[in-house]
């Protein structure tokens, strides 16, 4: 299974990006699906996760500004970050895990997000 990010860059606070992770390869259908981040000189932490069902999970810091979601069709997951702040600046990682079959745990290559005046 491969993981392919894209959609990180700068934006100044109180901007927007979005993120996209697409999957492809051999995928067990029921999967959850989700965001982590890690910003400098500390440690990685989630951001959001969303299930094959729907079901959604967010850090407490995100609420409210980032919403994910996904296309099961195109083993997709998105990541709308609205109302961007300084301390959103990290490295943003998608993962994908088999919570089915192998449980198996599959990471993207991280893209950076920088918000910034």
């Known amino acids: 299974v491969q993981l392919q990010a894209s959609g990180g860059g700068s934006v100044q606070p109180g901007g927007s990006l979005r993120l996209s992770c697409a999957a492809s390869?051999?995928?067990?259908?029921?999967?959850?699906m989700g965001w982590y981040r890690q910003a400098p000189g500390k440690q990685r932490e989630l951001v959001a996760t969303?299930?094959?069902?729907?079901?959604?999970n967010y850090a407490g810091s995100v609420k409210g500004r980032f919403t994910i979601s996904r296309d099961n069709a195109k083993n997709t997951v998105y990541l709308q970050m609205n109302s961007l702040k300084p301390e959103d600046t990290a490295v943003y990682s998608c993962?994908?895990?088999?919570?089915?079959?192998?449980?198996?745990?599959?990471w993207g290559k991280g893209t950076l997000v920088t918000v910034s005046s």
């Open positions: 390869g051999s995928i067990f259908s029921i999967n959850t």
């Open positions: 969303i299930t094959w069902g729907g079901r959604l």
């Open positions: 993962y994908l895990e088999h919570t089915a079959g192998d449980g198996m745990v599959y």
